[in-house]
Structure formats: structure tokens, C-alpha cells
């Protein structure tokens, strides 16, 4: 599940740490999530590769 904050969502997901590192061995498609360090606290940034990955984060945006 993943867990938002705000609410939980059931979908299949892997998480890998350091993900770049694995450079054209990472699938077409995928939601890479930054973790920024700000004064008063963290900033999550997502980044979207390729269609389905769009389609999560305005999933996410929308509060589905």
C-alpha cells in the first residue's frame, strides 16, 4: 500500500533506494520521488517517466 499521509492506496509498487544508480536498467516507465531538505523540514518532489507514471501523480493530485 501506499501510504501518503492523507490515505492509503493498494497498488503493486517497488521501492528502490538510489534508484539512478541503476541508470538503463531502470523500466521505461516510473515515478521517481525526491526527498528535498528545507528549512522546515522535507518537500517531496515527484517526477513522472513515462505515461502511466503521469497518470499516477495526477491520481495522487486528485486525492484518488
Given at each position: 500500500a501506499l501510504?501518503?499521509?492523507v490515505q492509503t492506496c493498494a497498488l503493486?509498487?517497488?521501492v528502490i533506494e538510489w534508484g539512478h544508480l541503476l541508470g538503463e536498467d531502470l523500466p521505461d516507465s516510473?515515478?521517481?520521488?525526491e526527498i528535498l531538505k528545507e528549512?522546515?523540514?522535507r518537500c517531496l518532489q515527484f517526477i513522472a517517466h513515462g505515461s502511466r507514471a503521469?497518470?499516477?501523480i495526477k491520481?495522487?493530485?486528485d486525492g484518488v
Open positions: 501510504v501518503t499521509g503493486p509498487i517497488s516510473y515515478l521517481e520521488l528549512a522546515e523540514g503521469e497518470q499516477l491520481e495522487l493530485q
